[in-house]
C-alpha cells in the first residue's frame, strides 16, 4: 500500500496559525481523514473526506487536499490543541496512516 | 451512549495466541464496518485489518504485516467484532484499538484501547 509522509513535528505560538502537511502519492484518488492523539488517550476524528469537520470540532480545525498533498490546519491555535496529529487514507482496499506530526504550541 | 469497548487484552509468550472484542452500542452496528488499528509505545497508529458487512458478505482485508496470522470476525446479534491473533511475535506488543467508520472513509468512532504485551 501507499505511504503517507508528515512531518515529525511542528512548533507554532499560541495564536497562530499551525500547518500540517501530509503527503503521498495517491492521496488526489481519495479521501484523507484527520486524527488528534493527545497523551494517553485515543484518536478523535477532526477532519474527514479532506474538509468536512465532525460535529463538535471546534472551526479553527480545517482542512484541504489538492494534488498529492492534503492539509491539516488550526487557525488561532490553543495550547490545548498540542496534541500528535496522524492522517489517514485508503488504497486499493487498505488503509493507511502517516506516521504522524507532534504539534507543540509554546 | 455511542461507544467501543475493547477487552481482551493480556501478556503472551511469543508463538501464542489471544482474542480481542470490541463491544459496541448506540449506533447499528450491522450496518459498519470495523477496523483494528495498533500503536506501539511511543510510535504511530498502524491500521491492522478490517472487516465489512453482511452486505458485503463480511469481506476482510489485512495489513501485510498480521497477514496469515491475525483475523478478524463479527458477530452482530452480540454487536461485538473479533480480532484473533496468533503466532504472535514480540514486535506485536501494542494497545490494540478498534474503530468504526464508513467504507473509504475516515474512523469517526474509537475505542479505549486493549494492551497486548508479547514477552517471555
Known amino acids: 500500500s501507499s505511504e503517507l509522509t508528515q512531518p515529525p513535528s511542528v512548533s507554532v505560538s499560541p495564536g497562530q496559525t499551525a500547518t500540517i502537511t501530509c503527503s503521498g502519492h495517491?492521496?488526489?484518488?481519495?479521501?484523507v481523514g484527520w486524527y488528534q492523539q493527545k497523551p494517553g488517550q485515543s484518536p478523535v476524528l477532526v477532519v474527514y473526506?479532506?474538509?468536512k469537520r465532525p460535529s463538535g470540532v471546534p472551526e479553527r480545525f480545517s482542512g484541504s487536499s489538492s494534488g498529492n498533498t492534503a492539509t491539516l490546519t488550526i487557525s488561532g491555535t490553543q495550547t490545548m490543541d498540542e496534541a500528535d496529529y496522524y492522517c489517514?487514507?485508503?488504497?486499493?482496499?487498505?488503509?493507511?496512516f502517516g506516521g504522524g506530526t507532534k504539534l507543540t504550541v509554546l | 451512549e455511542v461507544q467501543l469497548v475493547e477487552s481482551g487484552g493480556d501478556l503472551v509468550q511469543p508463538g501464542g495466541s489471544l482474542k480481542l472484542s470490541c463491544a459496541a452500542s448506540?449506533?447499528?452496528?450491522?450496518?459498519?464496518?470495523m477496523h483494528w488499528v495498533r500503536q506501539a509505545s511511543g510510535k504511530g497508529l498502524e491500521w491492522v485489518g478490517h472487516?465489512?458487512?453482511?452486505?458485503?458478505?463480511?469481506?476482510?482485508a489485512h495489513a501485510a504485516s498480521v497477514k496469515g496470522r491475525f483475523t478478524i470476525s463479527r458477530d452482530d446479534s452480540k454487536s461485538t467484532a473479533y480480532l484473533q491473533m496468533s503466532s504472535l511475535k514480540t514486535e506485536d506488543t501494542a494497545v490494540y484499538y478498534c474503530?468504526?467508520?464508513?467504507?473509504?472513509?475516515?474512523?469517526?468512532?474509537w475505542g479505549q484501547g486493549t494492551m497486548v504485551t508479547v514477552s517471555s
Open positions: 474503530a468504526s467508520g464508513g467504507w473509504y472513509d475516515a474512523f469517526d468512532l
Open positions: 448506540g449506533f447499528t452496528f450491522s450496518e459498519s464496518p
Open positions: 472487516i465489512r458487512t453482511e452486505a458485503n458478505d463480511y469481506a476482510t
Open positions: 495517491k492521496l488526489g484518488d481519495t479521501y
Open positions: 473526506r479532506d474538509d
Open positions: 489517514q487514507a485508503w488504497d486499493t482496499g487498505l488503509v493507511v
